[in-house]
């Protein structure tokens, strides 16, 4: 079905899902399921029966009905596209519905700014839900979260240790700090940052403020994890009546253990396993009761109440067809008994036996020949077919039993391991310059092994189809190789020497290798490579915001001008930011301290050199100098930031302080800095919208000058400038891998980042309203978000004054709620100073602090205690906190033990950390808390930033591609002149300059003018290169080639590109050191080269580069053998039949005539469909173009030996084999050849498994 505007739709569900069936749902994850519906069904029955089937029943209840008639009327009309359905209308009517909930324009954000809970929390996608009073779900919330979120390890190291448990891992007192944080965020609706700060005693030092929003983000997985265990529950209640009402001796009975099972399940995979093991039993019987439900008008009424939350399709697993396969056969013929003959009185036994680790079976007394005649034929036309269908039903019940997946699961997750093979492009692609080039080929490498992104990389790679990631389907055991036979068999074998126990041990192991190999454990090969891939994509998500917290963690530019006073900061720090391209063209720009532009200038001949060549260059830097200089003297600037764009921004910086100095020694300034700053973000914001409505008229380098400069002023708010609309942020280059997250996860992350670094700081709302610019940190703001930021800005604007006096007024002038208020009043701070010209006569002095108005009491009192402590006998407490503010030493003094244990007595617990707050506050008030900007002070740094490159991408030992840009010569010495002694070329007779090398001089004469009119260029000393990354670079004469070389000109010329490896690298000088010999190219000896992994596989490679090498010379040897053979061998020879001699035309006379060799033979013998189909088909050796038979395909990597003699059975619909991209009519339909297999030489190895 098309839908022409996914979003517009997706407004429009939330918005009429919100309309009948109130507002404690989520609207948003029901939506965009139907949504998904709506997109995947292409017709409208399809459609409604997913929809019944899926959630709405459950969902709306009786009003599913309704729902699913207004919605294809809005299909069939499209009027999602024109208006949204609810009570009110849309605040701005001629938009568009995707422009309307861009704006925030739609009911459902209306409804949003009037709720009074957190915005962040209404668009959570599991709704905050709050506990009942004496409820035990928040201890036992906590007890899981501890287990999943803080005591389970990575299956791969993600921290950079053995075990990954190093920054994850808390003891167990750490379950109460997590049930009074979920306490507080359930049942007082208190988001992270306002728990941090202001609930410090309830959750320090166990939990962070990033443990709380994991703790956050883990509620949202139990809310949803107990929302499908219920909906579940009350389908496995519902089987249960409906079986008891028709009973079925051949369906396993639904007892009250399978419910409490699912009541016990700890996780979604849990989940998923109970469903499957569900569906395996009574996955018709839920077809059939939802069919006479929907007969009868009474029954589907009590499915609208009780109906199924999921599905097969929802588990994402469905291991049998069951109109087709084995199993619905063996069910038909009543094969369910045959379990007992087995030895099992039931399925369910394997797994205790499994779980204990012990043998409790039935004793049998039949052979399973015997057992076979005891049932009917009618399905099964001999024995061998029945017993086939049995062992496939009981495999099939094995691997659906949720006990023997949860326990395979962990084993397998524990001891997997798993191999790299490069594909024939990879083979080529991954060389020594690829990320991947220490990972290219690996054996038996355990996952928990995989450090960091590596999995990724892998995983991008065999999405690029550059090699393939092979997880052998079985697991080591502890003492021999095969963990199945060392426990799973053994717990359901019996050891006993009879024939007829050894005859069921036979069956036994055969039904536990099909269900394991089949069925358990490529699906558990799929949940791991699911996992590891999230594992990694966190860790690149954590990168991506440590990077940012970097950038943001920046206290804004101070000036500090010594002893001296300074007069010249009251309007805020004036910072000239310098900005340039490849042009070389610089603009400057002047920011005041308010964040706007107040001048700009613009020097084209600044970056020349002061002893260029030309004169006109010399002349036109020293008028830019000069233009500069005035400019600074006019502009009085505190500080000025140059772009780090390249090696010249180091001479602009030099430039700029030989200025500063000359105004200096003038006494027309002071000492002014100049950094050098990374321009990183500055190029995003260039590009922005945000900036081509600001600064419109105004050149790309321009606008990066002025985000240099106001980076410097505050880096938080210019970065806020990208979290716009069109989400600018994602275009910062944090992370090389951050292109394979999701657009969503990338910015959850980033925006939990803003969250934490703006309610840190506080948010100045009066100077939001003054200057635009900044209101971008309101919606960061604890409590708030976009929608409640813009209704509170619009609010003050419409006030009289424009201003916000004071904190109370956010309820008597906004009209916020109590709750909103309670998270957000604390980290908004008004400028008390500038405060009382309104109508409110009382200045509250605390509201310029980051003192909590619930605390402003315990504030007052500890001002007034200090007082005390000092002397003073009477104080008023209102004037007492004016008078600490304007002698804060006075705090100095004060004990806390005794203001803590009064606050025990009064029934506040342990307040140390709060009054500890408060004292901090009375000291300074919010004080910035973030560090100085610190200027790269190492050379290394300075290297890296201009460069943009780090110690992991520029080495020493790194092979580059280099460009020749000259060659560099020596000029002898008048004393190395007169001693030269040239040579004459006793062959050309011709004079040869010792030094340049000049050798067309004819008598002795000619070489000492040469010497005397200096146009000796000097002796060869190396050749002058330039790397991508704009380095220069030498290579010395030494190490241009192995073999001596004399005259560098005979190996490369000027614009020729090379392959070099770094010998030195020069961070000083910015330029590097090469080899380009091929003893170091190839390094052998592995002196240069990346260190491999531990698992690589050495043999492997050497094994598939020799035998690469040996078809290639094979190919060769064989096409110069056809085209040049010798006259006298072939009669009738190519030269013959081209002059149109006897052999063309007694060929002219052949009733073939006209067919070509392929044509002729494919006529005389029929071909398998494999042949004709294949483009890798072995062509007819008469062609002189293809090799003989024997030889490998051209286009092929040689395969290991156990591709040959293998055949594809899938070959006509090969989406039915299991082999996948392994299998030979894939790779290619190799023939044996005993002779190329001995000369590969190959090591051996079993065929992997690769599940799809």
């Known amino acids: 079905m098309i839908v022409e505007n996914p979003e517009a739709l997706k407004t429009w569900l939330v918005a009429a899902l919100a309309s009948l069936c109130g507002e404690d749902q989520d609207h948003v994850e029901i939506a965009e399921i139907v949504l998904a519906q709506a997109k995947k069904k292409k017709t409208n029955s399809d459609l409604e029966k997913a929809m019944w089937k899926k959630l709405l029943a459950d969902y709306l209840g009786e009003k599913t009905g309704e729902f699913i008639k207004k919605f294809f009327v809005t299909l069939e009309t499209k009027s999602y596209l024109q208006s949204n359905p609810g009570p009110s209308t849309p605040r701005i009517e001629s938009t568009t519905a995707s422009e309307h909930e861009v704006g925030h324009f739609t009911d459902f954000d209306e409804k949003i700014r009037k709720t009074d809970m957190p915005e962040r929390m209404q668009l959570r996608n599991v709704p905050i839900t709050s506990v009942e009073e004496g409820s035990a779900e928040l201890d036992l919330e906590a007890e899981w979260i501890h287990k999943h979120a803080f005591s389970k390890a990575s299956i791969s190291n993600q921290d950079g240790t053995a075990d990954g448990r190093e920054d994850v891992i808390k003891g167990p007192k750490t379950v109460e700090k997590i049930r009074k944080a979920l306490e507080l965020i359930r049942n007082q609706h208190f988001e992270v940052p306002f728990i941090a700060f202001y609930r410090k005693e309830y959750v320090l030092p166990e939990l962070s403020v990033y443990d709380l929003w994991r703790v956050y983000k883990f509620d949202e997985k139990w809310t949803q994890l107990q929302t499908r265990k219920n909906n579940m529950m009350r389908l496995f209640q519902k089987i249960q009546k409906y079986r008891s009402e028709k009973p079925n001796e051949n369906v396993r009975v639904l007892k009250d253990e399978d419910i409490d099972r699912l009541r016990m399940v700890q996780s979604i995979e849990e989940l998923s396993d109970v469903y499957n093991h569900f569906t395996l039993y009574y996955g018709n019987d839920v077809l059939a009761m939802r069919e006479e439900y929907r007969r009868n008008s009474a029954a589907r009424q009590r499915l609208n109440e009780d109906g199924e939350l999921m599905d097969a399709d929802d588990m994402k697993e469905d291991l049998h067809d069951p109109d087709e396969d084995l199993y619905s056969r063996g069910a038909s013929a009543g094969l369910d008994g045959l379990l007992r003959k087995y030895g099992l009185s039931r399925i369910e036994q394997f797994a205790d036996n499994y779980q204990r680790h012990d043998i409790h079976q039935s004793q049998t007394t039949k052979d399973p020949c015997d057992v076979a005649l005891e049932y009917a034929f009618s399905k099964f036309p001999n024995v061998a077919e029945f017993l086939k269908a049995a062992n496939y039903m009981l495999a099939v019940q094995i691997a659906k039993e949720p006990s023997v997946r949860k326990f395979v699961r962990e084993s397998f997750f524990e001891r997997a391991r798993f191999d790299v093979i490069p594909t024939k492009e990879g083979l080529k692609k991954i060389d020594e310059m690829h990320n991947l080039y220490s990972l290219k080929f690996l054996k038996n490498k355990p996952v928990w092994d995989l450090v960091n992104d590596q999995f990724l990389r892998l995983w991008v790679a065999e999405q690029d189809k550059l090699l393939t990631i092979v997880f052998p389907t079985k697991i080591e055991g502890a003492i021999t190789a095969s963990y199945v036979d060392e426990i799973i068999k053994a717990l359901l074998t019996r050891d006993e020497s009879s024939k007829l126990v050894q005859e069921l041990n036979v069956q036994r192991k055969e039904i536990i290798d099909l269900a394991l190999s089949k069925f358990v454990l490529p699906s558990m090969v799929k949940e791991l490579k699911a996992k590891l891939l999230n594992e990694a994509q966190e860790f ?40 340039y391209g490849e042009d070389q063209i610089v603009y400057g720009c002047l920011i005041k301290g308010d964040g706007e532009c107040s001048n700009q200038i613009r020097l084209e001949h600044i970056l020349k050199r002061k002893n260029a060549e030309k004169e006109k260059d010399r002349t036109d830097k020293e008028k830019n100098l000069k233009m500069l200089k005035y400019f600074i003297s006019s502009g009085m600037p505190h500080a000025i930031a140059v772009s780090a764009e390249s090696q010249e921004a180091t001479q602009l910086v030099e430039d700029s302080r030989s200025i500063i100095s000359e105004l200096v020694k003038e006494k027309k300034c002071p000492t002014i800095d100049v950094f050098l700053v990374d321009n990183s973000f500055a190029k995003v914001f260039a590009k922005s919208t945000g900036a081509e409505s600001e600064f ?83 919606q960061f703001i604890c409590g708030l978000g976009p929608r409640k930021a813009d209704q509170l800005i619009q609010t003050l604007l419409k006030n009289k004054n424009q201003r916000l006096e004071n904190r109370t007024q956010l309820v008597t002038a906004c009209h916020m709620g109590p709750k909103v208020f309670t998270n957000c009043a604390g980290f908004i701070k008004i400028d008390t100073h500038l405060s009382g010209d309104g109508a409110e006569p009382q200045v509250e002095l605390l509201d310029g602090s980051r003192v909590h108005p619930e605390r402003y009491d315990w504030a007052r009192d500890f001002a007034v205690a200090a007082l005390k402590y000092h002397g003073e006998k009477y104080v008023d407490p209102g004037g007492a906190v004016k008078k600490i503010l304007e002698a804060p030493q006075k705090l100095e003094g004060i004990n806390l033990d005794v203001a803590v244990d009064q606050c025990e007595r009064q029934g506040f617990g342990n307040a140390r950390n709060t009054l500890e707050h408060i004292r901090s506050e009375l000291l300074h008030l919010y004080k910035d808390g973030r560090p100085s900007y610190q200027a790269p002070s190492h050379e290394e740094d300075i290297f890296n930033m201009i460069t943009k490159e780090t110690p992991q991408t520029f080495y020493k030992g790194k092979m580059v591609l280099a460009t020749v840009t000259g060659f560099l010569r020596r000029k002898p010495k008048r004393e190395e002149l007169d001693k030269a002694n040239p040579k004459k070329n006793e062959t050309t007779g011709l004079w040869q300059c010792p030094f340049c090398l000049q050798n067309d001089f004819t008598d002795l004469s000619g070489v000492w003018n040469h010497f005397d009119a200096g146009s000796c260029s000097g002796q060869a000393i190396g050749v002058s290169i330039c790397l991508e990354n704009g380095l220069s670079g030498f290579l010395p004469m030494k190490c241009l080639s192995d073999s001596k070389i004399t005259n560098p000109e005979e190996r490369v010329r000027v614009g020729h590109t090379i392959h070099c490896r770094i010998t030195k690298i020069d961070v000083k000088r910015f330029s590097v050191d090469v080899t380009s010999k091929a003893s170091d190219l190839d390094d052998i000896n592995g002196v240069w080269r990346p260190p491999k992994d531990a698992y690589y596989d050495g043999p492997a490679e050497k094994a598939m580069l020799k035998a690469e090498e040996d078809a290639k010379k094979l190919r060769q040897k064989n096409t110069e053998s056809i085209i040049a053979r010798p006259a006298s061998t072939t009669p009738s020879n190519t030269t013959e039949r081209r002059s149109g001699g006897p052999s063309s035309r007694s060929r002219s006379r052949s009733p073939n005539r006209g067919r070509t060799a392929r044509t002729i033979g494919s006529s005389s013998r029929s071909r398998s469909p494999l042949h004709q189909s294949s483009p890798l088909r072995r062509p007819s050796p008469r062609l002189p173009a293809f090799p003989p038979v024997g030889a490998p395909a051209p286009a092929l990597i040689v395969a290991p030996p156990w591709f040959h003699n293998m055949q594809c059975p899938h070959f006509k619909d090969h989406s039915q084999c299991p082999r996948g991209n392994l299998c030979p009519y894939v790779t290619g339909p190799y023939q044996p050849d005993l002779q190329l297999m001995e000369a590969l030489n190959m090591p051996g190895r079993d065929p992997p498994q690769n599940p799809q």
């Open 696 to 778: 419109p008229q105004r050149p790309l380098l321009l606008r990066e000058a002025i985000s240099i400069a106001r980076q410097f002023q505050d880096p938080l708010v210019e970065f806020s400038q990208l979290f716009n609309s069109n989400e600018d942020i994602v275009n910062i280059k944090f992370h090389s891998m951050q292109d394979q997250l999701s657009k969503k996860e990338l910015l959850e992350g980033l925006y939990l980042e803003f969250v934490n670094r703006t309610n840190e700081v506080g948010v100045d709302i009066n100077r939001a309203i003054k200057h635009p610019r900044t209101a971008h940190l309101i």
């Open 540 to 579: 690149v998500k954590r990168a991506c915001c440590q990077q940012l917290y970097n950038c943001l963690n920046v206290a804004p530019y101070e000036v500090n001008f010594g002893d001296k006073e300074d007069k010249d900061t009251t309007d805020g720090i004036r910072i000239l930011g310098l900005s």
